[in-house]
């Protein structure tokens, strides 16, 4: 079984800073890419920033300038920095990873249950 937990939301001030965790546990023997997603209430489910296996990070338009992804291969662990956060950065943000399990020979889809990020004064 493969496992991803999040951490680091929270409330914060219009300006302010946050950075989350995404810890991946189980029978892992390679994490491919791993993603941060978010859903705003009454919004479709936003791709915010990615990283491949070899550190390449691509991000969504609306966080560029704002945000880092950022991973820790030793420790399966992906981190998101947020600054100058916006009330509109408002939502549940999601970790997704593309993990190939010990023994397979290809990789599944796994993700966290989420943390709510919510950007108010």
């Known amino acids: 079984q493969v496992q991803l937990v999040e951490s680091g939301g929270g409330l914060v001030q219009p300006g302010g800073s946050l950075r989350l965790s995404c810890a991946a546990s189980?029978?892992?023997?390679?994490?491919?890419?791993m993603n941060w997603y978010r859903q705003a209430p009454g919004k479709q489910r936003e791709l915010v920033a990615l990283i491949g296996s070899g550190g390449t990070t691509t991000y969504a338009d609306s966080v560029k300038g704002r945000f880092t992804i950022s991973r820790d291969n030793a420790k399966n662990t992906v981190y998101l920095q947020m600054n100058s956060l916006k009330p509109e950065d408002t939502a549940v943000y999601l970790c997704y990873a593309a993990i190939v399990r010990i023994g397979a020979r290809y990789d599944d889809h796994y993700w966290g249950q989420g943390t709510q990020v919510t950007v108010s004064s």
């Open positions: 189980g029978s892992i023997f390679r994490i491919n890419r």
